[in-house]
């Protein structure tokens, strides 16, 4: 898996993409879980999950003809949980969660993103409502009245699932990828 996760970032032929693998290597992603004890709470959890949600964004893409740029369904979806690097402590199920860890995830994931690749506007717009409903309280402006738009840089997420499609899919995509995972564990 991680063979195969890095060779699709690289076939991106991204700009300091080699600065952020070496970062992936360095911070545990490969290694990581994808939770402190739901879906994919065990050593390379996190790698998984991220690999699967490509595979499935890459079949729903061509599914729906929306022709997304390769590349971008590779940034997106394999890069989308960087914010989970270092997030976990443990060695095994339940992990615990690491206090220094700073705040946040979908913002969290484009800040460090941001610190090696350049990412387009549609890359942003997947990762940051990757979460769909459930990462909206993430974009709560503390300092503006709540109008139930929940925008971020005047964005509402679902002017970007209106005009982007694939930014919608990649909610579903990710959200059935840990449906399936809590699936299979149940079955163990």
Not at 83 to 102: D, E, L, M, S
Not at 117 to 138: A, F, Q, R
Not at 165 to 170: C, E, R, S, Y
């Amino acid at each position: 898996m991680k063979e195969r996760i890095i060779e699709l970032l690289r076939s991106t032929k991204r700009e300091k993409i080699e600065d952020m693998i070496a970062y992936l290597e360095k911070g545990g992603f490969f290694e990581a879980p994808a939770s402190t004890r739901f879906h994919g709470c065990y050593a390379g959890g996190l790698a998984k999950h991220s690999y699967r949600v490509y595979q499935l964004l890459v079949d729903k893409d061509s599914l729906l003809k929306l022709n997304t740029p390769p590349e971008s369904l590779i940034i997106a979806a394999l890069l989308h949980d960087v914010c989970k690097i270092g997030a976990y402590t443990g060695t095994a199920k339940p992990y615990g969660w690491n206090k220094a860890q700073p705040a946040g995830h979908a913002k969290l994931s484009l800040d460090r993103i941001k610190q090696f690749i350049e990412l387009t506007e549609l890359e942003e717009k997947m990762i940051l409502y990757h979460m769909g409903v459930y990462g909206l309280v993430e974009f709560q402006d503390p300092g503006k009245e709540d109008k139930g738009e929940y925008t971020l840089r005047n964005e509402s997420m679902a002017n970007a699932w209106f005009h982007h499609p694939i930014v919608k899919v990649m909610y579903f995509c990710d959200e059935i990828e840990t449906l399936m995972t809590k699936a299979e564990e149940r079955s163990l």
